[in-house]
């Protein structure tokens, strides 16, 4: 039951993130019809776009994600309880130990990032340590080193880079349009009426863009949770541990102050708690502990 569902959750993430890469692709091609009567010019402008995003993002993932979301990093004087947790967590998942950051809030959540395992972190709140014991930081720690040695951490970064790469060529094609871009000429009736079919096709898919980018993140995301509950348990071989750590998580209603919105999909559980289930980075925590316990 475990690896299946590890299995079928790592082919779900990879289908999902083959989409994003089509839909960058596909705006690329709309917004070079539309507004510069080239569709080859707009595939070069979103690959050159998502290259540069690409190049800066995953090269300083880890330093930027801290800052964004006010964590200072520790040593193991300082919280020696987190870092043993992330210290045995790491040696039984063979991965290489993370840096350790603290949050100073009180609302209880967690998260992993970086580009790779090599080049890690794990950032934990005050009010985790106050409300977790060794058990159940045990499983929360497990799920965030899953993430790291899942990749899930350079995935998440990569879907951060596309959703920006197509905003950018979104706002570019809107420039585009208010400087006059996007006219068409041709006397042929029959090419006229099938250029008019194809620029209001691509409008539609720029306009809804951005919606669907959203949404393929947002199921990137729940996939990789899944994946990592599995993982963890497979890890600390205790699904009570993360089962209770839920639980607890799931109590809590106090949102996370300092979250920043664009890296919340990273955390444990929803930061904001304000999301609607349909915009939701994160599965529902009661299903995530129906299908723990079935393990």
């Known amino acids: 039951m475990l690896y299946q569902q590890i299995t079928q959750n790592k082919r779900k993430t990879w289908l999902v993130l083959g989409g994003y890469l089509l839909l960058m692709l596909l705006v690329g091609c709309a917004i070079g019809y539309v507004f510069f009567n080239s569709w080859l010019g707009g595939l070069l402008l979103a690959l050159i776009i998502t290259a540069v995003y690409m190049f800066s993002m995953v090269g300083n993932a880890t330093n930027v994600v801290m800052r964004m979301n006010h964590a200072q990093e520790i040593t193991k004087a300082?919280?020696?309880?987190?870092?043993?947790?992330?210290?045995?967590?790491?040696?039984?998942?063979?991965?290489?130990?993370?840096?350790?950051?603290?949050?100073?809030?009180?609302?209880?959540?967690?998260?992993?990032?970086?580009?790779?395992?090599?080049?890690?972190?794990?950032?934990?709140?005050?009010?985790?340590?106050?409300?977790?014991?060794?058990?159940?930081?045990?499983?929360?720690?497990?799920?965030?080193?899953?993430?790291?040695?899942?990749?899930?951490i350079r995935l998440a970064t990569i879907g951060a880079a596309l959703a920006a790469a197509i905003s950018l060529l979104v706002n570019i094609g809107t420039h585009a349009?208010?400087?006059?871009?996007?006219?068409?000429?041709?006397?042929?009736?029959?090419?006229?009426?099938?250029?008019?079919?194809?620029?209001?096709?691509?409008?539609?898919?720029?306009?809804?863009?951005?919606?669907?980018?959203?949404?393929?993140?947002?199921?990137?995301?729940?996939n990789r949770e899944y994946l990592a509950d599995a993982s963890s348990v497979a890890l600390t071989r205790n699904p009570l541990g993360l089962i209770h750590a839920l639980e607890k998580l799931l109590a809590d209603s106090k949102p996370l102050k300092t979250a920043d919105q664009a890296s919340a999909a990273m955390y444990i559980t929803n930061p904001l708690k304000n999301t609607q289930q349909l915009f939701a980075t994160h599965p529902p925590i009661a299903e995530r502990i129906q299908r723990l316990e079935k393990m």
């Open 177 to 222: 349009l208010w400087w006059g871009g996007g006219y068409r000429r041709d006397n042929d009736r029959d090419s006229k009426d099938s250029n008019a079919i194809l620029a209001i096709f691509s409008v539609l898919l720029i306009v809804l863009a951005p919606l669907a980018a959203t949404l393929a993140q947002m199921a990137l995301s729940r």
């Open 78 to 152: 300082d919280q020696p309880q987190l870092w043993h947790t992330v210290e045995d967590m790491a040696l039984v998942a063979q991965v290489p130990m993370p840096r350790v950051f603290i949050i100073d809030e009180a609302s209880p959540n967690a998260f992993a990032t970086g580009r790779d395992p090599e080049h890690a972190a794990v950032a934990a709140t005050t009010g985790l340590l106050e409300l977790m014991n060794r058990e159940e930081l045990e499983g929360v720690i497990g799920h965030e080193i899953s993430h790291i040695r899942n990749y899930d």
